[in-house]
């Protein structure tokens, strides 16, 4: 019997949907290992409306803050406040999510690409909504401990708790693992006390519901030209202005259509609640450099791990990450108070001595 078939989620997704044989997937998809079907008395419908049950993944690489308990449950609390978001059901004790029947906006315009303008304006509806969500009026359970949780407004407060994440849940966690080639590539403690003294005099701003992965991959464009936003589990009450850092971040606009979302979510964002732009032209440089810090640690990870051993590690891998994360490296440089990148071929070694090394080492710990 295959491992998918003896899962959890694909048990309840058949005892769920009453036939195996409607039963897809398990789906690509990184955190979660996920089925899709149609309930029973939906099948003779022309378009049924499928669902989806799902179970994490085990050895997850989890490098992000959580705050809400449950995506399911955070969903919905937003609706009837959050258009084109999945909808939520339970079936014989188990939470069923709606699936988004489409392709993903990255699929049509891949990265760097422009997007196309009604696509566009409803990216920019995305934002208005979730400024209009104050942290007053959340009403979904929490998992996060107090000490994340900065009293509205305090947006320095707000960023030094992800850099504390980073630093201690993804850098500290893993060094017992990771420290030697941290280490080669100019990596250490003292690059997080460069990284806070980088992103100080950040702007008071009200803060609100942040969806913080908003990405083309999070965008399902239905058939209708509907533009749907999924994946909330990384959903957050914050800085607004973070939230457009991230996005932008991921997104990789074009330089003019980067500067036009910048534009007009400063509008939408000021008419639902005048000042969630305030300083935005001096802090939203700060924040970006503050995803660039966080990702050549996520990043370094994720590349070495992905490398292996043995017979199918070959020459031209190391080399693409090598270059991969030069590039990585020189974009969070003056963040990270880098003095000089190593060079790709630098990396190269670092990560063949670090396989060499570590070779069957322990596993991964991260969020």
């Known amino acids: 019997m295959s491992p998918e078939s003896t899962s959890g989620a694909r048990l309840r997704a058949v005892e769920v949907s009453g036939d195996p044989g409607m039963v897809e997937g398990p789906l690509h998809g990184y955190h979660h290992e996920t089925y ?3 309930l029973p008395g939906e099948t003779a419908s022309p378009a049924p ?5 799902r179970e994490p993944r085990s050895n997850l690489l989890w490098f992000d803050r959580r705050c809400f308990v449950s995506e399911e449950q955070l969903l919905s609390a937003l609706a009837g406040r959050i258009s084109r978001i999945p909808d939520i059901i339970e079936v ?5 999510q709606r699936f988004i029947e489409g392709v993903t906006l990255g699929s049509l315009y891949p990265s760097g690409e422009a997007v196309p303008e009604e696509i566009f304006d409803q990216i920019v509806d995305v934002f208005r909504q979730l400024a209009a969500v104050s942290p007053g009026t959340m009403h979904a359970e929490r998992r996060c401990e107090a000490v994340d949780r900065p009293k509205d407004g305090d947006t320095e407060g707000f960023l030094e708790r992800l850099i504390h994440f980073t630093e201690e849940r ?3 966690r893993n060094l ?3 420290e030697s080639l941290f280490e080669d590539l100019g990596l250490s403690r003292v690059s997080f006390k460069w ?5 100080t005099g950040l702007a008071q701003r009200p803060f609100c519901l942040l969806h913080a992965d908003l990405h083309r991959e999070n965008f399902i464009v239905a058939p209708e030209r ?3 936003t999924i994946d909330w589990e990384l959903a957050m009450l914050g800085d607004p202005l973070y939230d457009l850092a991230t996005h932008l971040y991921l997104m990789r606009y074009p330089k003019w259509q980067e500067e036009r979302m910048t534009q007009r979510w400063s509008a939408v964002v000021e008419e639902i609640r005048p000042g969630s732009s305030s300083g935005w032209e001096h802090d939203l440089p700060l924040l970006i450099d503050y995803k660039r810090a966080q990702s050549v640690f996520t990043d370094v990870i994720r590349v070495a791990l992905s490398l292996g051993s043995g017979p199918d590690s070959h020459w031209r891998r190391f080399v693409r990450a090598g270059l991969k994360l030069r ?4 974009a969070a440089a003056v963040p990270l108070g880098l003095e000089s990148v190593p060079s790709s071929w630098q990396i190269v070694a670092a990560l063949v001595r670090w396989q060499r090394s570590h070779a069957g080492a322990g596993r991964i710990v991260s969020g």
């Open 36 to 38: 899709v079907f149609p």
């Open 49 to 53: 409306v499928r669902w989806k049950c």
């Open 92 to 96: 014989d004790r188990t939470g069923l």
């Open 170 to 172: 993804v850098y500290a």
């Open 176 to 178: 017992p693992l990771f």
């Open 195 to 199: 990284l806070r003294a980088h992103v």
């Open 226 to 228: 509907e533009l749907w």
């Open 327 to 330: 590039r990585i490296l020189a």
